[in-house]
């Protein structure tokens, strides 16, 4: 029994090797981006909308009202990356249905990679937020011996992201591993139920979290053009 899908590795050169992690991200990526394509191919303004358009519609909605909801005023601008985000995991996390899949969140080589890419997005938009100087200013609030420290949190809470996503899905496949040792027939379904649900948890969990992170970052421009309106008014 391996832990995770970097474990089986079909090709490998040097340092550089290609496991089946990798081979199952790329092939979410690729019917995720296909789906979209189809999906989205033929979208109409007309009140008559296909199924899977207003599906789609309702999942935006929603994922743009959540980030609003965590104070993200302009959730159009960052629902590509924080949709992205959710829908990747989600997605990953649901195909553990499929009998000999193996989700690449159960890997810490994804969730690392998943929460880097977290780090990188929240100053980035920080900055285009608020300027390269305002943003930097905010690692030394509310004191500038609070400098060591905001830097050392920004570091841990990456670290956080990557090992709750990896040690959730990867304690699930173990455990079903093991029960269906035990019992081939019964604990299996109850196990891949319980899976789901607990991947779509993690999902929101890892999202929520990027957009908290986000909205933090951003939070000085948001008060500063709500004290502007305030004033207007």
Known sequence: MHLSGDDVVFWQTGFLK?????????????IMAGGSALITRRLSREISRSKWQSFLEMVVTLAQR???EVGLKKSGKYLPY????????????LCTIIPGYEPPTGSLSTTTALALS?????????ITEQGLIHYLKTYAEPTVIMLPFNIIGELTRTMA????LFGNMMSGVMILGILVTI???FFPVLM???GLLTGMVQAYIFSILATVYVASATRHEEELQTRTEKETT
């Open 18 to 30: 290609l496991n089946l992690t990798i081979v199952t991200t790329w092939a979410l990526m690729a």
């Open 66 to 68: 959540q980030i609003e």
């Open 82 to 93: 924080l949709g992205t985000l959710f829908l990747f995991i989600a997605m990953a996390n």
């Open 118 to 126: 977290v780090f990188v997005a929240v100053p980035l938009f920080g």
């Open 161 to 164: 992201l990557a090992v709750r």
């Open 183 to 185: 019992s081939p027939l």
């Open 192 to 194: 891949n139920i319980l």
